[in-house]
């Protein structure tokens, strides 16, 4: 009996350790997840009251541009939110997200409508595609991730959009992503989009400008290539129309 005891004990032994192991692993990894979370927040905190020079996105496109090209560098100017025409940012809420001022980061409808968009335009060989993000997601993928498409990406996306809008003011949302989204290849930023494609300041946008640059937001590098082709100049109609009903905050 003793002898059988001495062997169930000695080939429970290395059981115990590998769950202990398998323990400690899972809360290592909880740890080094929950310190990342802390660490991202702390940025949210600082960019509520800082401008960034550069996203994190606007660093891998600057690193993409600098493999063709190493002289390339980006196009990009902060203006402060009161320089910027309300024309450019009722048309941007209009075009993006018309559920700005209300929703708290997330809009759980509109990324379920865009699912079931992009799924019906893959059974049709469709290749326009809906996002479904709040400009506050967008706001969040721009400032720290990149634009891979992954589930890890999306989820730490609406983590991050309810960090930013926990600590920040929806004007202060709109104006960081003002300024930091891409408008062209290597142009980021409404200060940069205006001198670029008007040859003017992002003050004096007016209704048609800006309309035109927020149908070029989920597209544009390719409007960056192909210029104002047919339907940019629809969706840009469509956006104007839209203007009167949008409030800025």
């Not at 196009?75 to 708290?104: M, P, T």
């Not at 992009?118 to 326009?128: S, V």
């Not at 990406?153 to 930091?180: D, F, P, W």
């Amino acid at each position: 009996m003793a002898g059988y005891r001495a062997e169930y004990d000695s080939e429970r032994r290395p059981r115990l350790r590998k769950r202990r192991v398998a323990l400690a692993a899972v809360l290592l990894a909880l740890a080094a997840v929950l310190i990342y979370q802390v660490g991202l927040f702390l940025a949210v905190l600082w960019y509520s009251v800082q401008n960034p020079s550069s996203t994190a996105f606007m660093r891998s496109t600057l690193s993409a541009l600098r493999a063709e090209n190493p002289d390339a560098e980006l196009q990009h100017a902060w203006v402060d939110y009161d320089q910027i025409s309300n024309n450019l940012k009722r048309a941007v809420i209009a075009a993006e997200d018309a559920n700005f001022a209300s929703h708290g980061g997330v809009e759980w409808e509109a990324i379920r409508k865009a699912w079931e968009y992009n799924r019906k335009q893959a059974e049709r060989g469709g290749q326009r595609m809906r996002g479904g993000s709040t400009i506050t997601q967008q706001l969040a993928k721009n400032l720290f991730l990149s634009g891979s498409r992954s589930y890890w990406r999306k989820g730490q996306e609406m983590v991050l959009a309810y960090m930013i809008e926990l600590v920040m003011s929806k004007e202060r949302i709109l104006e960081l992503y003002l300024n930091t989204a891409q408008w062209g290849m290597d142009v980021f930023g409404a200060q940069a989009a205006a001198r670029h494609y008007f040859k003017t300041d992002a003050s004096s946008l007016g209704a048609a400008q800006a309309a035109r640059l927020a149908a070029m937001l989920p597209n544009p590098s390719y409007y960056h290539r192909h210029g104002n082709t047919s339907y940019l100049r629809s969706r840009t109609n469509t956006i104007q129309q839209r203007l009167r009903q949008v409030e800025a905050p």
